[in-house]
């Protein structure tokens, strides 16, 4: 199998397994959500699909030398997802967190037919269906991890801040040591700390994301109260899910989707506004070597520490929002 990355470029697969994984019915559905929620409605080119980092999780844990069991967990981890990824957070869930798939799972491993696919090949299936058994796959915010690094590069190349030959050269600044992805000097920390630093600020935690999401996501609140769609269909795709919101007949869904427009969702104030909605602050803080120890990029650039709490407090309050009309 040949997959043309945006981000890895051409890459071969030959893991018998890998590629039926990758055809499998749970992964096939990840070809039609989207990776940024609402964005797509927003402007049509941001049209990142879950399968896309998903596998690019896989390459990179293949790259840094995860073994076939951790592999195959970074290829699965998103196959929780629903349509429109995390704006079901904002719908049954928490925006603040963003973890609503979460819990979820192992059960949607369970209930797929990628146990059959597994037991045959002997890999514990157990293990594979929760992605914090792997230290590179998944670690705590403010650490860098496959999956992380996969959606800030993904994202920052789809985002147009910055090139594939940026990113290669990023991953060449990144080594892993005692099971854990490490920067091998103060320089490359920076430059991926910085990286994710600005890809939040400019789409992952800013009015137009927290305002979309909010928007789309009482749409939907309106059609499950309605049944007009029921939380299985959150487990459809971007285009069956929004599809019955279109077809609802419904002018109070109609209406809110109406406002997803870039020239519609403007900053507002806490006396003038329309909406007001909250974001998840995402940034990381990434270890360093210097010398014979490993220390945190915050602890050795004052800078760069006092701009992730800056970030953090224009975040923690949330957004005032007025509509365009």
């Known amino acids: 199998m040949i997959i043309k990355d945006k981000v890895y470029g051409e890459q071969k697969i030959e893991d018998p397994m890998i590629i039926e994984l990758m055809g499998s019915p749970e992964m096939e559905r990840l070809k039609h959500i989207g990776q940024y929620g609402s964005w797509e409605l927003l402007d049509s080119k941001l049209n990142t699909r879950r399968f896309e980092h998903s596998f690019g999780v896989y390459h990179l844990l293949k790259h840094f030398g995860a073994d076939k069991e951790e592999q195959i967990a970074g290829l699965l981890h998103d196959i929780n997802h629903t349509a429109f990824s995390h704006v079901v957070d904002y719908v049954l869930g928490d925006p603040l967190t963003q973890d609503f798939g979460d819990s979820k799972h192992k059960d949607m491993i369970m209930n797929s037919t990628i146990p059959a696919l597994l037991e045959k090949r002997k890999i514990n299936i157990d293990k594979i269906s929760d992605p914090h058994n792997f230290g590179l796959l998944e670690r705590e915010i403010p650490d860098i991890c496959c999956?992380?690094?996969?959606?800030?590069?993904?994202?920052?190349?789809?985002?147009?801040?910055?090139?594939?030959?940026?990113?290669?050269?990023?991953?060449?600044?990144?080594?892993?040591?005692?099971?854990?992805?490490?920067?091998?000097?103060?320089?490359?920390?920076?430059?991926?700390?910085?990286?994710?630093?600005?890809?939040?600020?400019?789409?992952?935690?800013?009015?137009?994301?927290?305002?979309?999401?909010?928007?789309?996501?009482?749409?939907?609140?309106?059609?499950?109260?309605?049944?007009?769609?029921?939380?299985?269909?959150?487990?459809?795709?971007?285009?069956?899910?929004?599809?019955?919101?279109?077809?609802?007949?419904?002018?109070?869904?109609?209406?809110?989707?109406?406002?997803?427009?870039?020239?519609?969702?403007?900053?507002?104030?806490?006396?003038?506004?329309?909406?007001?909605?909250?974001?998840?602050?995402?940034?990381?803080?990434?270890?360093?070597?210097?010398?014979?120890?490993?220390?945190?990029?915050?602890?050795?650039?004052?800078?760069?520490?006092?701009?992730?709490?800056?970030?953090?407090?224009?975040?923690?309050?949330?957004?005032?929002?007025?509509?365009?009309r």
């Open 147 to 324: 999956d992380r690094l996969d959606y800030c590069l993904r994202d920052s190349i789809c985002f147009g801040i910055i090139t594939q030959e940026e990113a290669n050269d990023i991953l060449d600044g990144l080594t892993v040591k005692n099971n854990e992805i490490i920067c091998k000097d103060k320089e490359s920390a920076q430059k991926i700390a910085r990286l994710f630093l600005k890809t939040s600020k400019l789409f992952w935690s800013n009015e137009m994301q927290a305002g979309s999401y909010l928007l789309l996501a009482e749409a939907l609140k309106i059609a499950v109260k309605e049944k007009i769609v029921t939380e299985d269909d959150f487990y459809t795709t971007d285009k069956e899910l929004f599809n019955k919101l279109l077809n609802s007949n419904n002018n109070e869904i109609i209406e809110y989707l109406s406002y997803i427009h870039l020239d519609v969702i403007t900053p507002g104030t806490k006396e003038d506004h329309d909406i007001y909605a909250k974001s998840k602050p995402r940034h990381i803080d990434p270890k360093f070597i210097d010398g014979e120890k490993l220390i945190r990029l915050s602890e050795a650039d004052g800078d760069f520490k006092k701009e992730v709490e800056e970030f953090k407090e224009q975040v923690k309050p949330g957004y005032f929002i007025k509509l365009k």
